[in-house]
């Protein structure tokens, strides 16, 4: 099973990026994928979760400015950001798993992407 993440970059703050991250070797189509991140000297923190049926979670701190979707048939998660802040600057993880819900807890995925590098400049 591999979850390949893309579309990190640079952006101004005030900009938008929009990351990809397909899922190979299973189908998740009845289970949670979400994204977390993990900025240098941090502890890796959650993001965004969508369920299968496509309920939500977001962190706080994004709410408002992010937006997970994804596409079954596909096997891919999708996370829209815009109005990025240098707080959000970070490595960007996708997560896969078995549990029908947008859980926020790391222990709830079983499979990780690489992760993807967004930087935003102020």
């Known amino acids: 099973v591999q979850l390949q993440a893309s579309g990190g970059g640079l952006v101004q703050a005030g900009g938008s990026l929009r990351l990809s991250c397909a899922a190979s070797?299973?189908?998740?189509?009845?289970?949670?994928m979400g994204w977390f991140r993990q900025a240098p000297g941090k502890e890796r923190e959650f993001v965004v979760a969508?369920?299968?049926?496509?309920?939500?979670n977001y962190a706080d701190s994004v709410k408002d400015r992010f937006t997970i979707s994804r596409d079954n048939a596909k096997n891919t998660v999708y996370l829209q950001m815009s109005s990025l802040k240098p707080e959000d600057t970070a490595v960007y993880f996708c997560?896969?798993?078995?549990?029908?819900?947008?859980?926020?807890?790391?222990?709830?995925?079983?499979?990780w992407g690489q992760g993807t590098l967004v930087t935003v400049s102020s």
């Open positions: 969508i369920a299968w049926k496509g309920a939500t």
């Open positions: 070797g299973r189908s998740f189509s009845n289970g949670g």
């Open positions: 997560a896969a798993g078995s549990r029908p819900y947008p859980a926020s807890s790391q222990s709830a995925y079983g499979y």
